[in-house]
């Protein structure tokens, strides 16, 4: 695979050219337990499990290869031509009730397989239904598919994932066999995104994939994703820190900088301008709180008792902004908090 180094920056040439007009994440999503990253205790187990797969729940932080290792598994037992009759797939933040799970997925669960041709080929007499998002499911929804799971476990294997562990029931989780996804790490990440580098011919500064490994903070699917939407930025150039900084809406130090220095004369009027410039300019109130409160804990001029205080003011403002909270009032909340809590 051809390759040269152009000045500071790398550039690869594109291996062939793909006519496939996808996204990244699903252009490069693994179509084989092989290529997954990072997770090589989960596919050893997974593996050794084809011939008798239990029913399983698959926890850990977003895009750290959940989905696509149960496609990717599924791809492997069915072929890709049984797969559209053998898996059914369901988002269960989109559907979440018991209703779904009564009709639905309790009709898939117990519908018989039409041929047994393809047990002659090796193929598993089961089918599979991934509940992706189970943490979204409502307490009803998640004991009627615990009766579910129980009646129909000869018939259909279920995969159950979520970010969350601590909202499934003990009831689901003692009838599923658990694998944990970790993050994936910075050789893994760096590894997987040169890859696509390659096979797309981006023009990169190292330093450019140093800051989206970093912002990524191991989410492997939010980096392909903002990898794509920086190669489309500037599109004759090489992708750089900026261009990174841009596509994942960083905030520039100097502006997080302006809103400490606001917070520290201890006039409101001078925190409400400066709150309202900085939204007025359309960055994300939730990304402009996690660095403010970041460049707080290296100030110098704020005691460790007052950062606490400060911390508990965010951890009330996360919340509402969870609950749909105007950014406007949140970010000035939390400036006033500081504010309040500078020597």
């Known amino acids: 695979m051809g ?3 152009q000045d500071q920056g790398v ?11 996808l996204p990244w994440i699903e252009k490069y999503r693994p179509k084989s337990l092989n290529n997954i990253s ?6 050893i187990t997974l593996k050794n499990s084809k011939d008798n797969l239990p029913h399983m729940l698959f926890y850990g932080p977003p895009g750290t290869g959940k989905t696509s290792t149960i496609l990717a598994l599924a791809r492997e037992l069915f072929g890709p031509e049984l797969m559209k009759s053998r898996v059914l797939e369901l988002n269960a933040s989109h559907e979440r009730g018991i209703d779904v ?5 309790k009709n898939y669960a117990r519908s018989f397989i039409i041929s047994d041709s393809d ?31 129980e009646k129909y476990s000869e018939l259909t294997r279920f995969c159950l994932i979520c970010n969350q562990i601590s909202c499934i029931i003990p009831a689901l989780k003692s009838r599923c066999t658990l694998f944990r996804f970790k993050s994936i790490g910075i050789d893994n990440m760096r590894n997987r995104l040169t890859y696509i580098c390659e096979q797309e011919g981006i023009d990169y500064y190292p330093e450019a994939m140093d800051e989206l490994i970093k912002d990524s903070q191991g989410d492997l699917r ?14 004759d150039d090489r992708v750089t820190v900026d261009t990174i900084k841009e596509t994942v809406g960083i905030v520039p130090d100097d502006i997080i900088n302006g809103l400490i220095e606001s917070a520290a004369s201890k006039s409101y009027d001078k925190i409400q301008e400066t709150v309202n410039d900085v939204i007025a300019s359309g960055y994300f109130g939730k990304q402009v709180i996690e660095q403010v409160f970041l460049k707080v804990l290296q100030d110098l001029r704020i005691n460790e008792d007052h950062k606490c205080n400060i911390g508990e003011s965010l951890g009330i403002i996360d919340k509402r902004l969870v609950d ?20």
């Open 38 to 43: 990072a997770q090589e205790d989960t596919l």
């Open 3 to 5: 390759s040269f180094f």
């Open 11 to 21: 550039r690869f040439k594109s291996a062939k050219d793909s006519t496939l007009n």
């Open 101 to 105: 799970i009564r009709e639905r997925v």
């Open 222 to 235: 939010k980096a392909i994703s903002w990898l794509n939407n920086a190669s489309k930025l500037h599109k």
């Open 324 to 343: 749909g909270g105007c950014e406007l009032f949140q970010v000035l909340s939390l400036m006033c908090a500081i504010s309040k809590n500078m020597d």
């Open 119 to 149: 047990r002659n080929n090796q193929c598993p007499g089961f089918k599979i239904i991934i509940l992706d998002e189970a943490d979204s499911l409502t307490k009803d929804a998640q004991e009627a598919l615990r009766r579910t799971m």
